[in-house]
């Protein structure tokens, strides 16, 4: 379903003179990705680790989003490779110091036990030693204690076998059941506050992540929302989800169910137009197809966009970064630019 971004993407990156993600190892590839931005006193650095839907694809890996602020290595929804993406730029898990869950479908969870599991593998100089810490609403405990449960046999026989640290095979949940605060350290403040992901998908929220007076908004997965809205007015970043189908499947029962849990484009616009960031960019792109009609294309994507918004957007891709300063610089492999 994204043969035509696939290509579009490995375009840009073959001419950056960086491998096609997918045809190499973690490992080479670690060695040949540029240097991750890195997050100075008064910046932030968010990197769209993931930015497909449910498929596996090898250009857009499973919803996941790294947010890097006073120090901190947070994740955003750990969805499939999220692990593979962390490596790529050069953090391993145990420099993860806190994972927030925006809802329990599978594609923003099956990435976990992967980081999780990592970080009490390796050398005993880089095995973590403490709990990993995962947020999320009521059920995240429940989620992260059966999640163990399911790897105890590769807990017990790594601590009789390999004496790795008991501690850091440990999860520690940490649940909230309303908007508000749910983190603070290092001058760090992550707020959840609830979307609208349609009346049977809940819990469902989305977070806003603000550091020295820089923001982000990462929508989690809504439909068009206004507690988001009142959430995201005036950040310098806006990441949100869209999701589009061609003209032709519009009517289909199941496009028209899948349409309705998500935001289309007209309808993020209006997000957009109406918080004003500086610079709003999309991540799970769900891009509806069936077999005899083609999914809609990236420029379908913008044209619908552009109906209700005509601010600065970029459509994300994985491994895109976003400097949080004075103003926000973009990258994509070797690029940057400001915005
Ligand atoms: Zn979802
Ligand atoms: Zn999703």
């Given at each position: 379903m994204y043969d035509g971004e696939g290509t579009n993407l490995s375009r840009r990156w073959l001419l950056a003179g960086i491998a096609l993600v997918g045809l190499t190892g973690a490992a080479s590839m670690a060695a040949e990705q540029p240097p991750a931005a890195s997050a100075s006193a008064d910046s932030m650095v968010v990197t769209l680790l993931g930015t497909g839907d449910t498929i596996p694809s090898p250009t857009r890996y499973g919803m996941s989003t790294l947010v890097q602020a006073g120090g901190l290595n947070l994740v955003f929804d750990a969805g499939r490779g999220c692990a593979v993406r962390l490596n790529q730029v050069g953090i391993r898990s145990i420099k993860v110091d806190a994972v927030f869950i925006t809802h329990f479908h599978s594609d923003h969870l099956n990435g976990l036990a992967d980081l999780w599991t990592n970080g009490y593998l390796g050398p005993p100089s880089s095995r973590r030693t403490t709990p990993l810490e995962v947020w999320g609403a009521t059920g995240i405990a429940r989620i992260t204690a059966s999640m163990r449960d399911t790897y105890i046999d590769d807990i017990q026989i790594r601590l009789a076998d390999?004496?790795?640290?008991?501690?850091?095979?440990q999860i520690l949940a940490h649940e909230f059941?309303?908007?508000?605060?749910v983190f603070e350290r290092n001058g760090v403040r992550v707020t959840a506050f609830a979307v609208n992901h349609g009346p049977l998908i809940k819990p469902a929220y989305g977070y806003r992540v603000d550091f020295a007076g820089r923001s982000v908004l990462l929508s989690g997965d809504t439909r068009f929302d206004e507690n988001l809205i009142a959430h995201g007015a005036g950040v310098d970043l806006l990441t949100h989800e869209v999701a589009i189908a061609p003209k032709p499947l519009l009517d289909s029962p199941w496009v028209k169910a899948i349409i309705n849990h998500h935001t289309t484009p007209e309808e993020a616009g209006v997000v957009f137009s109406r918080t004003k960031p500086k610079l709003a960019a999309y991540t799970h792109l769900v891009f509806l197809a069936s077999e005899r009609i083609p999914p809609a294309t990236l420029d379908d994507l913008v044209a619908e966009t552009r109906q209700t918004y005509g601010g600065a957007l970029e459509i994300g891709e994985d491994l895109m970064s976003f400097e949080i300063g004075e103003e926000v610089v973009v990258r994509r492999g070797a690029e940057a630019k400001a915005v």
């Open positions: 390999e004496k790795i640290p008991e501690a850091g095979t059941s309303a908007d508000g605060v």
